[in-house]
C-alpha cells in the first residue's frame, strides 16, 4: 500500500509552453501532497503544500503563477509549470500524506513518487 | 525553524563492510520524528528508517540502524554489510510534531551524502 504515481516521467518541451504534471496516491486518500524540485546531486526543495480543495501554500520565493498547483480530488494533484523556460528544467518530486480512512489519523509519513524530469529546450 | 545538516558529501566503503553517515540537526521542538531516506540512482525517495524523538532506544531496520543523541541532537545511520544496492544518495530528514502527535506533514531535508559502495 501506499503508492504514489506520477506522470509523465520524463517531458521534454519547448520554452514559452506549459507542462502539467500529476501525482496520484494509488491506493490511500491523500489530504495532503507536497511538491518538492530537486537539482541533480542536490537536496530536495519544499515548493508547495497542496491541500485538497483548497488554495496551495507556497514557499519563500516560489513564484505562485509560475507554477500552478491544484489539488482537486483526494488522489490527485497537479503540478503546472507555465511559460516554462530553459531554467525550469529539474526533476519535480511529490509526495503525500497517508491519512487512515478508518480512524482518520494521519500517518507520519510521506510517501514519494518517483519523479518527473522536465527538460525545456 | 528547523535546519539540518550532513556534513559528508560524499562517503565510500567497501561490500561487506560497515559505513555510518552523519547528521545534526537544529531545533527549539521537543517533539518530532527524524528519517533517514535513500535515493538510488532511479531517484525514487525511499523510507529507511525513522525514529520518534520521543523514543530513547535507537530505531533499527536489519542492517540499518540509527544512533539518536536527543542532547546532541545528533542522528547518524550506520549501514552494516553494506552491499551493492545500498549505493544511493542518503538524506536525514526532521518532521516537526503538534501537540497532538501529529504533525503538518513537512519534512526538512539534509543536504544529502552521495554513498558509493565497491565491491
Known amino acids: 500500500g501506499a503508492v504514489v504515481s506520477q506522470h509523465p516521467s520524463w517531458v521534454i518541451c519547448k520554452s514559452g509552453t506549459s507542462v502539467k504534471i500529476e501525482c496520484r496516491s494509488l491506493d490511500f486518500q491523500a489530504t495532503t501532497m507536497f511538491w518538492y524540485r530537486q537539482f541533480p546531486k542536490q537536496s530536495l526543495m519544499l515548493m508547495a503544500t497542496?491541500?485538497?480543495?483548497?488554495?496551495?501554500?507556497?514557499e519563500q520565493g516560489v513564484e505562485k503563477d509560475k507554477f500552478l498547483i491544484n489539488h482537486a480530488s483526494l488522489t490527485l494533484s497537479t503540478l503546472t509549470v507555465t511559460s516554462a523556460h530553459p531554467e525550469d528544467s529539474s526533476f519535480y518530486i511529490c509526495?503525500?500524506?497517508?491519512?487512515?480512512?478508518?480512524?482518520?489519523?494521519?500517518?507520519?509519513?510521506?510517501?514519494f513518487g518517483p519523479g518527473t524530469r522536465l527538460t525545456v529546450l | 525553524a528547523q535546519t539540518v545538516t550532513q556534513s559528508q558529501p560524499e562517503m565510500s566503503v567497501q561490500e561487506a563492510e560497515t559505513v555510518t553517515l552523519s547528521c545534526t540537526y537544529d531545533t527549539s521542538e521537543n517533539n518530532y520524528y527524524l528519517f533517514w531516506y535513500k535515493q538510488p540512482p532511479s531517484r525514487q525517495m525511499i523510507l529507511v528508517i525513522r525514529q520518534e524523538a520521543y523514543k530513547q532506544q535507537n530505531a533499527t531496520e536489519n542492517r540499518f540502524s540509527v544512533n539518536f543523541q536527543k542532547a546532541a541532537k545528533s542522528f547518524s545511520l550506520k549501514i552494516s554489510d553494506s552491499q551493492l544496492g545500498d549505493t544511493a544518495m542518503y538524506f536525514c530528514?526532521?518532521?516537526?510534531?503538534?501537540?497532538?502527535?501529529?504533525?503538518?506533514?513537512?519534512?526538512?531535508f539534509g543536504q544529502g551524502t552521495i554513498l558509493t559502495v565497491h565491491p
Open positions: 509526495s503525500a500524506r497517508h491519512r487512515d480512512r478508518n480512524s482518520g489519523r494521519f500517518w507520519n509519513e510521506q510517501f
Open positions: 530528514a526532521f518532521m516537526k510534531l503538534n501537540a497532538g502527535g501529529t504533525s503538518y506533514g513537512k519534512l526538512t
Open positions: 497542496s491541500n485538497e480543495g483548497s488554495k496551495a501554500t507556497y
